[in-house]
């Protein structure tokens, strides 16, 4: 019983972790340069290639520019570009 309420409780604490976390979110990047990569999230932050997952398709099509649709992750430490926005 006592170890069950234990167990309910770890878990709401570890739902509410991730809730407040927010693990990933989808932005739109401005590509800046191809080599190396680097583009600026919210028309004022600038990453490099260290904080930047490109997609395959990515790699084939951007060009300094373009926009492109991207997953934030874990807070923002990467931003992984999935494709070329319209």
Do not use: F, W
Not at 24 to 33: A, H, M, P, R
Not at 36 to 42: G, L
Not at 75 to 81: I, S, T
């Amino acid at each position: 019983m006592a170890g069950e309420k234990l167990v309910h409780l770890m878990q709401t604490a570890a739902r509410g972790t991730l809730e407040a976390a927010e693990p990933t979110d989808l932005v739109y990047v401005e590509v800046l340069s191809t080599a190396p990569a680097r583009v600026r999230v919210n028309g004022r932050v600038e990453l490099g290639e260290a904080h930047l997952i490109l997609s395959g398709q990515c790699r084939a099509t951007l060009a300094a520019g373009d926009r492109a649709v991207a997953l934030r992750v874990h807070g923002g430490q990467k931003y992984y570009l999935m494709e070329k926005a319209e």
